[in-house]
């Protein structure tokens, strides 16, 4: 099994900055990726951005330029800055890590952290 804890979430105004961060433990395969995912209200759950143990990165266009990914694969840890936030930004937060094991990929996920960006 795969835990994650997610920090960083909060309120924050438009224009404003915030880091998540999400660290790993448990059984975490030497090829996995790990990303952020986000859901608003009345919304599906989407991907906001990625980053896989190679360190190849993959955004959702509206948060290109914005958002950065990163992991520190020492510590299993993938954090996500974001800058320039906007009203519609606003979501609960899922960090993801998808194990790339012998027998299929497996999913795990966090908890969940607010992020609500007041106009």
């Known amino acids: 099994q795969v835990q994650l804890v997610e920090s960083g979430g909060g309120l924050v105004q438009a224009g404003g900055s915030l880091r998540l961060s999400c660290a790993a433990s448990?059984?975490?395969?030497?090829?996995?990726?790990m990303g952020w995912y986000r859901q608003a209200p009345g919304k599906q759950r989407e991907l906001v951005a990625a980053?896989?143990?190679?360190?190849?990165?993959n955004y959702a266009d509206s948060v290109k330029g914005r958002f950065t990914i990163s992991r520190d694969n020492a510590n299993n840890t993938v954090y996500l800055q974001m800058n320039s936030l906007k009203p519609e930004d606003r979501a609960v937060y899922y960090c993801?890590?998808?194990?790339?094991?012998?027998?299929?990929?497996?999913?795990?996920w966090g908890q969940g952290t607010q992020v609500t960006v007041s106009s």
């Open positions: 993801n890590l998808k194990n790339w094991t012998p027998w299929g990929p497996r999913d795990y």
């Open positions: 448990g059984h975490i395969f030497s090829s996995n990726d």
């Open positions: 980053i896989i143990s190679g360190g190849s990165t």
